[in-house]
């Protein structure tokens, strides 16, 4: 007859086993308890973990869409306001330029209200943020526009050279008082405006890319969320400011000044203008960005509802199952230790 069943060492090993298992049931749902979750999901929901999977990989999906969405967001406002300080400023020198034109008024002054709108554009169409240039198109590592106001930029000696061979001289020579009103019209309508066209336009004044930066606003939708510096309105604004800061304005003889004048009204006009679109435009693209966000965020509180469902704990009654686990592990130590004392030398 077999006794082994019964030996000491059995009986030891079997309390030892019970203990083992009991304090992993207490470690696991007081982990549980803690985290609110299932300690292991696949173990616990068994054929159902695959729609648990497919679950959180599409909860992640849509949320990590809301989390660039708010970036494209944070993109298309600094690039609103941009524009915004741009519109302002191109609207308040064309006031002045009107009333240049129908009351006369100091050229030194309007040149230097043109320098300071170039700088501001200059300054705006350069904006940064998170280190990328908003209004560089997909060339966002790149500035995307040459500071006129720096004689070494190359729009600067451009504009230089292109009226020194129209008219033989520099803008600072006192001999521009002969130009007349035709041949400035001519040169404002050829070699001048050929420089704010493509090609000149993107070899000295602008290293923007004509392809914007495209956005993913939900699992089906994309919107163009920058805008290129190579729009119709920058060009116009940047010509309107070049013709009153830089054609040697204060020797120009009466007629041709008011040529002059003429043309950056009309520049201005169209630029603000299309300026004016162009924000339109990206405030469309605003607005579409917010209700995704908002329909994202519908979804994804959808989604977690049915994670929590399928992987979250009941508090009472895994505390219940902890409490009960606890009172078994105390019982199963206190059996153990009187069966540690149990010895056949006792009965001897």
């Known amino acids: 007859m077999k006794t082994t069943y019964i030996s000491t060492i059995s009986i030891s090993n079997a309390s030892r086993r019970q203990i083992m298992n009991q304090s992993n049931l207490v470690s696991q749902l007081s982990v549980e308890m803690s985290s609110g979750r ?6 616990d929901l068994g054929s159902r973990t695959g729609e648990s999977v497919s679950l959180r990989s599409e909860f992640h999906f849509l949320n990590g869409i809301v989390d660039t969405n708010a970036l494209t ?3 298309l406002d600094v690039s609103q306001a941009a524009m915004g300080d741009m519109l302002s400023d191109a609207q308040d020198f064309l006031s002045t330029l009107i009333a240049l034109r129908e009351d006369g008024g100091s050229v030194e002054i309007v040149e230097s209200e043109a320098q300071a709108s170039m ?3 200059v300054s705006r169409m350069n904006t940064q943020l998170n280190g990328s240039f908003l209004f560089a198109g997909i060339n966002s590592d790149q500035e995307p526009f040459s500071d006129y106001l720096d004689p070494a930029s190359p729009n600067k000696v451009a504009a230089d050279a292109a009226f020194f061979a129209e008219f033989g001289i520099t803008q600072s020579d006192p001999a521009v008082s002969a130009i007349t009103p035709a041949a400035m019209t001519t040169y404002l309508t050829g070699a001048f405006d050929a420089m704010f066209q493509d090609p000149a336009w993107g070899t000295s004044w602008s290293s923007a890319s004509d392809s914007v930066m495209v956005s993913r606003i939900s699992a089906s939708e ?3 969320s920058s805008i290129s510096g190579n729009e119709q309105a920058f060009r116009d604004l940047a010509q309107a400011y070049t013709l009153m800061m830089d054609l040697g304005n204060e020797n120009l003889d009466e007629g041709t000044y008011k040529v002059v004048i003429n043309k950056a009204i009309e520049k201005l006009g169209t630029g603000i203008a299309a300026l004016t679109s162009t924000m339109g435009k990206l405030g469309t693209v605003q607005e579409q960005v917010k ?3 908002e ?3 519908v979804q994804t509180d959808i989604l977690n509802s049915r994670i929590n469902v399928l992987e979250n704990v009941n508090p009472e009654e895994t505390a219940v199952r902890l409490n009960t686990a606890l009172t078994q592990l105390e019982t199963t130590y206190a059996v153990s230790a009187r069966m540690q004392g149990l010895s056949i030398l006792n009965y001897i």
């Not at 299932?38 to 173990?43: A, E, I, P, R």
Request: overall charge neutral; proline content about 0%; aromatic content about 4%.
């Open 119 to 121: 700088e501001l554009l």
């Open 73 to 75: 967001t944070s993109r």
């Open 222 to 224: 994309t919107v163009d």
């Open 38 to 43: 299932k300690f292991d999901v696949g173990l």
């Open 291 to 293: 209700l995704a966000s």
């Open 295 to 297: 329909r994202l965020q």
